[in-house]
């Protein structure tokens, strides 16, 4: 089993920045795809962003493409959520997620995830 720990969440005006952190222990996490996900009050976990294992592909859905980057640093077992140009419905709780496959697929379910991390954004 892998741990996830998010950090980074806060409260930050609209048009601002955040950068959430997901170190991952227990295992290595450097073979496979992570992923983010958000959870808005009375809504469903949707999908936010993942990164293959090498970091070399990126998927992210419209409504944050252009503002967020995700990002991986295998040495340090931790991967990145760049927030550029935030919204108010933007605020949720951010989750880091861990797969057991080396790439991302919409038809694979996360094996193992983070407590959250809460971003909240002001109009």
């Known amino acids: 089993q892998v741990q996830l720990v998010e950090s980074g969440g806060g409260l930050v005006q609209a048009g601002g920045s955040l950068r959430l952190s997901c170190a991952a222990s227990g295992r290595t996490i450097s073979n496979a795809a992570m992923g983010w996900f958000r959870q808005a009050p009375g809504k469903e976990r949707e999908f936010v962003a993942a990164?293959?294992?090498?970091?070399?592909?990126?998927y992210f859905p419209d409504s944050v493409k252009g503002r967020f980057t995700i990002s991986r640093d295998n040495a340090k077992n931790t991967v990145f959520l760049q927030m550029n140009s935030l919204k108010p419905e933007d605020t949720a709780v951010y989750y880091c997620?861990?797969?057991?496959?080396?790439?991302?697929?919409?038809?694979?379910?996360?094996?193992?995830w983070g407590q959250g991390t809460q971003v909240t954004v002001s109009s």
């Open positions: 990164i293959s294992w090498s970091g070399g592909r990126t």
């Open positions: 997620a861990a797969y057991r496959q080396p790439y991302y697929s919409d038809y694979v379910v996360p094996w193992s």
